[in-house]
C-alpha cells in the first residue's frame, strides 16, 4: 500500500491545514504527518495571513504531490470515492463545489477579524460589519443545505469536502462567541464531535503558545 504524507502547519491557529487534514481523515486514507514550525518564517506569514503559501495543506500520495485544499479534496474523492467526500448526485456535487470553492476564495473580512484559534475565548466579542456580512452568508449557506438535504451535515447522512471547508469556521464561532439559530447550533455541535475533530481539537489543546501575534484580538 502506498504510503501517504501530509504537511500541515499548527493544529491551534491552522485553518487551511485543518480542511486538508480532515478531508484526509474523512476520506480513511492513512498518512504521516510532517508539521511545519511555526517559527518558519513562511508559515508564520500565511497563518497571519500576510501571504499565501503551497506549504499547507500538502498532500504525497504514491509519488504524486497535491497542493491546495480543494485539489487534496478533489484528488481523495478519485483515490477513495467510496469515501463519498463528494455527493453522488450531480446536481449536489456542483452545489457542494460551488460552496467549497466560495470558502475557499471569499470571506476574508472572516478570517481577518477572527483568525482561529482553537485553545482561546472571547466571550462578547465585538465583530464589526463587514464580518457579520460573511457571517451572515455561512448561516444561509448552513441553512440551505440543511434544508435542502436533510441534515445532519451539509449534504446529507456523513460528512463530505464541504463540511471539512466549513470545519474552521465551527471553531471560529466558538472562540468568538458567535450565535447563530438553533439549526446551525446543532450543525456546529455535530462538528464538534466528529472522531477526528476531537483528534484534532485534543492535540492544539496541548499546542505550544508559538505564535503570539495571532493572540490578539483584531
Known amino acids: 500500500m502506498a504510503k501517504a504524507e501530509l504537511t500541515i502547519s499548527s493544529k491551534n491557529y491552522g485553518a487551511w491545514a485543518l480542511r486538508g487534514w480532515l478531508m484526509a481523515k474523512l476520506a480513511g486514507l492513512e498518512f504521516t504527518e510532517n508539521v511545519v514550525s511555526p517559527d518558519d518564517p513562511a508559515m508564520k506569514a500565511e497563518m497571519l495571513l500576510l501571504s499565501s503559501s503551497m506549504l499547507v ?42 460552496i467549497s470553492g466560495e470558502m475557499h476564495s471569499g470571506f476574508s473580512s472572516l478570517r481577518a477579524a477572527l483568525p482561529m484559534n482553537i485553545k482561546a475565548h472571547f466571550p462578547s466579542f465585538k ?28 449534504f446529507g447522512t456523513h460528512p463530505c469536502i464541504a463540511d471539512a471547508m466549513y470545519a474552521p469556521v465551527v471553531t471560529r464561532f466558538l472562540t468568538y462567541d458567535v450565535k447563530v439559530e438553533a439549526v446551525c447550533a446543532a450543525y456546529c455541535k455535530r462538528i464538534m464531535e466528529l472522531p477526528a475533530m476531537q483528534e484534532w481539537i485534543g492535540e492544539a489543546q496541548h499546542e505550544p503558545d508559538d505564535i503570539e501575534e495571532l493572540d490578539a484580538e483584531f
Request: hydrophobic share 45%; charged share 25%; with cysteine.
Open 57 to 98: 495543506p500538502s498532500l504525497v500520495h504514491n509519488k504524486i504531490k497535491v497542493w491546495d485544499t480543494l485539489a487534496i479534496g478533489e484528488y481523495l474523492n478519485e483515490i477513495k470515492p467510496k469515501a463519498g467526500l463528494l455527493p453522488a448526485d450531480a446536481a449536489a456535487r456542483a452545489h457542494c463545489r460551488a
Open 127 to 154: 465583530i464589526w460589519s463587514r464580518a457579520q456580512a460573511d457571517i451572515d452568508r455561512i448561516v444561509e449557506i448552513w441553512k440551505e443545505c440543511l434544508a435542502i438535504y436533510g441534515g445532519p451535515y451539509l
